[in-house]
Structure formats: C-alpha cells, structure tokens
Nanobody, 123 residues
Framework: EVQLVESGGGSVQAGGSLRLSCAASGFTISTYFMAWFRQAPGKEREGVAGINKGTITTYVESVKGRFTITKDNAKNTLYLEMNNLKPDDTAMYYC?????????????????WGQGTQVTVSS
C-alpha cells in the first residue's frame, strides 16, 4: 500500500523556521517526481517545490531563497526546509508523488498524496 505521511508542521512566529518531513512507503521516492503543495483556507492548492528523480529542483516564486526541498533516498523521505517564514505561508502542507516530471507543479499531475501537516505563521 502506498503511503505518504507528513510531519514537522507547527506554529511559529514570522521569521522562524520549520522542517517538514514526508515518509514514503509502498514505493521508492527515487523513481518518482516528488513535491510539496500547500493549501490555505479558501484558496486553491498551490505547488511550492518539486524535485525530480535526481536532484533538479523547482520552486514557486514566492518561496525562492527561503524554502529548500531535499530527499534522502536511503530513508525514502522527502523534506522541506522553510526559513524566514511569513504569515502568508500559513497553510496545510502536503507532499505528493508523480510518475512524470512536472516542474510547473500542477496538482492534477500527481498520483499519490499525503494527509497534510499544518503550518501556522503568526506576525
């Protein structure tokens, strides 16, 4: 059974940092395009960062220079390091896996999703 389990969310003040983790089981993340998405109340799900089967990454403009996506193939785990957090970063964060590379981070292109972890940034 394919599973993606996110963790690491929480409440922080603006300027703070969090590290999200996504533990995968039932498949090998090194053979998928992996990504992080987020969804704030009343807004559409937005692609935040993605990483291909190698090390090529992509980011939405609003997080460039602040967020870093990485993965540990040996642990079959995806990470999102988030620094200098802003109130606009408040959202539920989801990890996702896709069969094909999708550098535009179109949610419809991803095949597996986690349940999400909440990130709340206060001003």
């Amino acid at each position: 059974e394919v599973q993606l389990v996110e963790s690491g969310g929480g409440s922080v003040q603006a300027g703070g940092s969090l590290r999200l983790s996504c533990a995968a089981s039932g498949f090998t993340i090194s053979t998928y395009f992996m990504a992080w998405f987020r969804q704030a109340p009343g807004k559409e799900r937005e692609g935040v960062a993605g990483i291909n089967k190698g090390t090529i990454t992509t980011y939405v403009e609003s997080v460039k220079g602040r967020f870093t996506i990485t993965k540990d193939n040996a642990k079959n785990t995806l990470y999102l390091e988030m620094n200098n957090l802003k109130p606009d970063d408040t959202a539920m964060y989801y990890c996702a896996a896709g069969y094909y590379d999708d550098y535009l981070l179109d949610a419809g292109a991803f095949n597996y999703w986690g349940q999400g972890t909440q990130v709340t940034v206060s001003s």
